[in-house]
């Protein structure tokens, strides 16, 4: 049930008890009798709607053990803190001012605010040693050289940070944040995950998790993977229905949203009659669309080879952007005839010459 708070002038008046948080939030005035939004940032769940009274507002809640939490003021204008709570804080966020200020007397949030102040100067400074080199003439091999033990030391900020707060949201709030730049492999992940308490609650982490899973499943070379979806017709087809059937198939991610997909759409339509035949063939994977609007584009965008939808909600198994890594649309795959990844990631005049010189 959604609860209405008013601002409580005194901040220094609060107390939280051992069970309870208290988070108080300042913002601007002409923001006075709007709503604020009080949101479990894993679960996505809001646990409270509160009214912006005397420029602030102050949310008193209950938890077990600790969580993050996005406090929300303007959706529309991208107003939101994040804040990580534990039995106990006493949280101010000053809003009057972007970026939003958290201060919790030394707790999680000071903490992070601090790994921040410390990636900014060492950023700064990795920087600045680049761009003298690079005036210096150098190459970006020396460069890259000359900066490598600059970099680790920025890593090491996150590094540190995450190492020295396993036991706490803090660690795995910063792993969540820097899991997809600095593990190449799930079974990296895996072992870090494995020693940060909190780290399976984050949905992005596992999402992360999952994506490095079948990025190695689905490198050049290996078998495809199979996943389920609809002909636009609106019957079950699969991608095995095209996929390993004696041609080579090239395979497009894309989406009826993506204006990159429309501006490569022509080289594949264009691939599609001129290569189309006994040994080759093109299909298109629709993701992330409604299936009207899916449906809409097809004849719109002028395509004419099988297309297979992919609903939003499909389960992992058949989720063709998980199982194949697909981070931005649009994405190429060609597949050679015997089901195995040829190539992916190809874009305009490569599409061309790879699939002339694979046909050859």
Not at 157 to 181: F, K, P
Request: with cysteine; proline share 3%.
């Amino acid at each position: 049930m959604k609860t209405i708070f008013t601002f409580i002038l005194s901040v220094a008046a609060m107390f939280a008890t051992a069970q309870e948080y208290k988070i108080a939030c300042l913002v601007k005035p002409e923001f006075n009798g709007k709503t604020a939004y009080v949101i479990n940032k894993n679960a996505g769940d809001t646990i409270a709607a509160c009214e912006i009274v005397d420029n602030g507002f102050v949310y008193n809640g209950e938890i077990c053990c600790q969580a993050v939490i996005d406090v929300v003021v303007n959706r529309a204008k991208g107003m939101v803190a994040t804040v990580l709570v534990e039995k106990g804080s006493n949280i101010v966020v000053d809003m009057i001012e972007r970026p939003a200020r958290i201060n919790d007397n030394g707790g999680m949030n000071d903490r992070l605010a601090i790994m921040y102040a410390t990636v900014k100067e060492r950023s700064a400074a990795l920087s600045n040693l680049a761009k003298k080199l690079h005036e210096e003439g150098k190459s970006e091999e020396e460069i890259l050289a000359a900066t490598t033990a600059e970099t680790e030391a920025l890593y090491d900020v996150y590094r540190n940070t995450i190492t020295e707060n396993s036991d706490n949201m803090l660690g795995a709030y910063v792993l969540n944040l820097v899991a997809r730049q600095f593990y190449s492999s799930a079974e990296e992940l895996d072992a870090v995950m494995s020693k940060v308490k909190f780290s399976g609650e984050f949905r992005a982490l596992e999402k992360v998790r999952m994506a490095l899973y079948y990025g190695e499943k689905t490198k050049v070379g290996n078998m495809f993977l199979d996943f389920a979806g609809f002909s636009l017709d609106g019957k079950p087809v699969r991608l095995s229905d095209y996929v390993g059937k004696g041609k080579y198939v090239l395979v497009d991610f894309w989406a009826s949203w993506c204006g990159p997909c429309k501006k490569e759409m022509p080289k594949v339509i264009e691939a599609d009659g001129k290569y189309t035949g006994d040994k080759f063939m093109v299909i298109g994977i629709n993701i992330g669309d409604k299936e009207d609007s899916f449906r809409a584009a097809v004849p719109e965008l002028g395509i004419t080879y099988p297309q297979i939808f992919v609903p939003r909600n499909s389960k992992d198994a058949d989720n063709a952007a998980l199982l194949y890594n697909v981070e931005t649309i649009p994405h190429m795959i060609l597949f050679a005839p015997d089901g195995t990844i040829v190539k992916r990631g190809m874009h305009g005049a490569e599409l061309e010459e790879l699939i002339s010189r694979s046909l050859k």
